[in-house]
C-alpha cells in the first residue's frame, strides 16, 4: 500500500474541494454573525501561511494564539500547521505568572490575539528580554485599544501574497502545542504531530465515537484555546459537518439563541456550561429541537445533569473522557448493542461512566503493585493508555522523569476501575482521592451523589486534613435557585444512602457557597479550595 502523509492541510484541502459549500459560522465579541465555507477557508488559509512568512516564521517555529472561537482562529489551526509551523493555542483564562511562563517556555514567535482579550497580554508586555510580535484580530469590542506596536489581522491579509503554497509537511513533524491547564501542579506542554491530529480526527468522528459526520452542525463550545477545542474543529473539516464557532458569549441567551438560529445538532462542552444552560432554558424555552446529541466531558458529567437534559428535552448527552495529553478524546460513552432496550433507570448509571476506549486507544488500570487490575467494574487503580496520538513526554522535558510505565503505556493520574463490557469509569484523580482510615472516598461519586439532589446546582468535594483519620471528606455546595432551600443534615442524609457512615462529610464540613472557584478550563477548582480550608 502506498505510505501517503496524514497532514492537517489534506483535510483542509479535502474540505474546500469535497465540501465546497458547507458553512464555517462565526459570532463575533458584538454578536454579529458571518459565514464562510470551506471553500472559502481555503484561499485564506494561502494568504495567512504568506503573512506568517512575512513575519518571518520558520518551520518549527511556535505561532501562538490568544482568542475565543471564531472563523480566525478556525484559519490559524490550519495556516500555522500547513506551512510546517506549530500552533500554540494559549488559554486566554491564564493568571499573568503562568500566562507569562508559558510564553516563556513556548518560545513563541508571534501572539494572534482577540482585540478585546488585549488587556489580558498586557503582562507580556513587561518582560524586558520579549522577542514576540503581537497580532491584533478585531472582534468589534468597543472601547478596547490594541497593545501597543501590533500589526493588524486583516491589513497583513489584504497585503499579502495569495499564491497558494502548501509545504510538503512530514506526518510526524510537530503541528501543535498546548499546555497542561495545571489543575494539579505546573503546566506542561504536549506537542501533537500532523499524524496524531488527523488519527484523532477519524477517531472522534466514529460512529460509536462522536459521530460527526457531513449531517451535523457541530458548535464547540470547548475552547479552541483548550486541549484543540477536543478536535472537533479538525474533525469538522475532515467529515464536512458545519462549524458554529460562538465566540466569547457562551452562556444562556446567546448559546441558546444561536443552538436554535443555526439548527445545531451537536455541541460539546464541560458539565458547567451545560448545568447552565439547562437551567436558563427551563425558564427560557427555546426551539432546541435540532439538538441531537450534547458532548459533555472534561470532568465528570452528574447523572443527575445527563437524566436531567433526558428527561426536560429528549437530547441524549454523551459523556467524554479526555486529557491534553490524548489530544484530547480517550473515552466516549455510548450504550453497547445490548443495552438499548434497558429502562432509562437502568441506562442512567452506564451513561454516567466515562466510557469506552476510542478505537485506536487501549485502556488499562493498575493496580498498587503496578500489575494489570482485572476488568470486574469494582476493582480501582491508576488508568493508563496508550495510542497514536498519546503524548510520550512532554515539550522540552527531556531527562524528566517519563510519565510512562516501563512497558509503554501513559500514566493519566486518574483513578479508575473497567467493567466486564470495557467501560471506563473514574472515580477520581489521583490527587484528588480521599484517604480517611487508611481507605479511599471517591471526590468523584460523593460530587455526584450531592448534585443528585434537585435543590442542588453544583457540588464539590475534597479532601481536609484531619489528625486522626489523615483526611475527611469536605463538601461545598451551591444551592439551586427557586427550590426549598436544603440543609447540611439534608445532604448527610442523601448521602447515607449510598456511603458508609465514616465516609460522611461532618456538618461543619459542609460549606454552602454562592458560586465554586473554576479554573481556566471550567473545572472544580480544589487547589483553591484546599487553599481556602487551609486559610480558614
Ligand atoms: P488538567 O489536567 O490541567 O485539568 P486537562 O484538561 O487535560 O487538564 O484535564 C484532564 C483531566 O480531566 C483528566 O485526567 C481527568 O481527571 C479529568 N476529566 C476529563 N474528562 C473527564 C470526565 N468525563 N470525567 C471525569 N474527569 C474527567
Redesign the pocket.
Known amino acids: 500500500m502506498m505510505d501517503s502523509r496524514l497532514t492537517l492541510d489534506a483535510i483542509l484541502r479535502r474540505a474546500s474541494r469535497v465540501y465546497a459549500d458547507k458553512r464555517i459560522v462565526s459570532r463575533g465579541n458584538d454578536l454579529a454573525v458571518s459565514a464562510a465555507t470551506y471553500a472559502e477557508l481555503r484561499p485564506r488559509v494561502a494568504r495567512l501561511m504568506n503573512v506568517l512568512r512575512s513575519l518571518g516564521v520558520k518551520p518549527g517555529d511556535r505561532v501562538a494564539t490568544f482568542a475565543w472561537n471564531h472563523a480566525r482562529h478556525m484559519e490559524l489551526y490550519f495556516a500555522a500547521p500547513a506551512m510546517g509551523a506549530i500552533l500554540h493555542t494559549l488559554n486566554i483564562r491564564l493568571a499573568p505568572g503562568q500566562l507569562r511562563f508559558i510564553v516563556d517556555h513556548a518560545e513563541d514567535a508571534v501572539i494572534f490575539y482577540d482585540r478585546s482579550l488585549a488587556p489580558n497580554l498586557r503582562p507580556l508586555l513587561e518582560r524586558p528580554d520579549r522577542r514576540e510580535a503581537f497580532i491584533c484580530m478585531d472582534d468589534g469590542a468597543p472601547d478596547v485599544e490594541p497593545l501597543p506596536g501590533s500589526l493588524e489581522y486583516e491589513v497583513l491579509m489584504a497585503e499579502a501574497d495569495d499564491a497558494e503554497r502548501f509545504i510538503d509537511a512530514d506526518e510526524n513533524a510537530a503541528a501543535a502545542l498546548c499546555y497542561?491547564?495545571?489543575?494539579?501542579g505546573d503546566p506542561k506542554g504536549v506537542l501533537y504531530t500532523h499524524r496524531s491530529l488527523y488519527l484523532h480526527s477519524v477517531g472522534i468522528c466514529m460512529a460509536d465515537s462522536l459521530a460527526i459526520s457531513e449531517c451535523e452542525t457541530v458548535l464547540p463550545v470547548v475552547p479552541m484555546f483548550?486541549?484543540n477545542a477536543w478536535g472537533i474543529p479538525y474533525a469538522c473539516a475532515l467529515t464536512g459537518a458545519s462549524l458554529v464557532l460562538p465566540g466569547p458569549h457562551v452562556v444562556g441567551k446567546p448559546l441558546a439563541d444561536l443552538i436554535e438560529s443555526e439548527r445545531v445538532t451537536l455541541t460539546a462542552g464541560v458539565p458547567s456550561v451545560y448545568t447552565v444552560l439547562h437551567q436558563y432554558l427551563r425558564q427560557h424555552p427555546h426551539d432546541i429541537s435540532s439538538l441531537r446529541s450534547l458532548v459533555?466531558?472534561?470532568?465528570?458529567?452528574p447523572a443527575a445533569l445527563i437524566e436531567a437534559w433526558r428527561r426536560d428535552f429528549g437530547v441524549p448527552v454523551i459523556?467524554?473522557?479526555?486529557?491534553?495529553?490524548l489530544s484530547?478524546v480517550g473515552a466516549v460513552c455510548r450504550l453497547r448493542a445490548s443495552m438499548q432496550d434497558l429502562e432509562p433507570a437502568e441506562q442512567l448509571p452506564i451513561l454516567a461512566k466515562?466510557g469506552i476506549p476510542v478505537p485506536m486507544v487501549e485502556a488499562d488500570v493498575l493496580d498498587e503493585s503496578g500489575a494489570p487490575a482485572p476488568w470486574d467494574g469494582k476493582t480501582t487503580g491508576e488508568l493508563v493508555v496508550r495510542g497514536p496520538w498519546v503524548a510520550r513526554a512532554y515539550y522540552k522535558e527531556e531527562g524528566a522523569p517519563s510519565p510512562l510505565t516501563d512497558d509503554g503505556w501513559f500514566r493519566?493520574?486518574?483513578v479508575a476501575r473497567i467493567d466486564p463490557q470495557g467501560y471506563v469509569e473514574?472515580t477520581d484523580?489521583k490527587k484528588d482521592v480521599i484517604k480517611s482510615r487508611g481507605e479511599w472516598i471517591s471526590s468523584?461519586e460523593m460530587e455526584n451523589a450531592v448534585m443528585g439532589m434537585p435543590g442542588v446546582l453544583e457540588a464539590a468535594v475534597i479532601g481536609r486534613p484531619h489528625a486522626l483519620r489523615g483526611e475527611v471528606a469536605a463538601a461545598f455546595v451551591v444551592r439551586r435557585s427557586g427550590t426549598e432551600p436544603i440543609t447540611g443534615a439534608d445532604v448527610r442524609d442523601h448521602l447515607a444512602a449510598t456511603f458508609a457512615r465514616w465516609q460522611l462529610p461532618r456538618l461543619k464540613d459542609i460549606h454552602f457557597v454562592d458560586a465554586l472557584p473554576k479554573?481556566g478550563?471550567g473545572?472544580f477548582d480544589k487547589k483553591a479550595l484546599r487553599a481556602g480550608l487551609q486559610a480558614s
Open positions: 497542561t491547564s495545571g489543575t494539579t483548550h486541549a459533555i466531558g472534561g470532568s465528570a458529567a459523556h467524554a473522557w479526555g486529557m491534553t495529553e484530547p466515562q493519566t493520574g486518574d473514574l484523580r468523584v479554573t478550563t473545572k
